[in-house]
């Protein structure tokens, strides 16, 4: 997961749309949000224009102690962004592509020896976003590119449940309306599809609690 910050609400959900469509839950926040919501399901911050804050270095010093090591990386939209640059892990031209932005994460994060963005691996199934298909134990499981994203947020956040309507805020498009039954339909067909490939179903639901991926732990624990 990313963390997507700009001053302004409606470009931080645009950057967001993009690292979606490549396979990464985005979540999109102004930067007074974002230091309520920063957390260590997320594998990096992306602070866009980072000149417009009333004091950059105070704030990236709160999202800091906030944040549990979580690299920071900025977007420069003008030269007093870029003059900013020494305070972030990398700095990306706003010209740079997302493909661009994602591989240079990427790199930074293996040689800081930190988990990788995009990287979904749990109990043997493989979700990583630049995988030509979901896998399990190297067994492919055709799942929809929602339930994918779906799966990647309930990998974030394991051995945690979570409740329907997080499912919505994390693993959906920013300005997606889905409904809460729909999630729970898409989690009928995720199970559907993998009983038919192993004979048990990947999710459970617990009542109070949300859902969560039956890992062998999850499964000894509910027998």
């Known amino acids: 997961m990313i963390l997507i910050v700009h001053p302004t609400l409606k470009h931080a959900k645009q950057a967001a749309d993009i690292f979606y469509y490549m396979g990464i839950p985005a ?109 399990y134990c190297d067994r492919p499981v055709d799942f929809t590119k929602t339930e994918a994203m779906i799966l990647r947020y309930l990998i974030r956040t394991y051995p945690e449940s979570a409740d329907v309507h997080h499912i919505l805020r994390y693993a959906m498009r920013p300005d997606n309306l889905s409904e809460p039954a729909s999630i729970r339909t898409h989690i009928w067909s995720i199970n559907r599809k993998f ?22 732990e999850v499964e000894a624990a509910l027998i």
């Open 27 to 135: 979540v999109a926040r102004r930067p007074k949000e974002a230091l309520s919501e920063i957390s260590l399901c997320y594998r990096a911050v992306l602070l866009c224009h980072p000149s417009a804050l009333p004091a950059p270095e105070d704030y990236l010093e709160r999202m800091r102690s906030l944040c549990g090591g979580v690299p920071i990386f900025s977007l420069a939209e003008d030269m007093q962004d870029h003059a900013l640059s020494p305070l972030f892990s990398l700095t990306f031209d706003a010209t740079s592509y997302s493909s661009h932005i994602f591989s240079r994460i990427r790199a930074y994060q293996e040689s800081h020896s930190l988990p990788l963005l995009g990287s979904y691996t749990l109990a043997g199934l493989c979700l990583d976003c630049d995988a030509k298909r979901p896998y």
């Open 195 to 216: 009983i038919a490939v192993t004979g048990r179903r990947l999710i459970t639901s617990l009542p109070g609690e949300g859902y969560r991926i039956v890992t062998p």
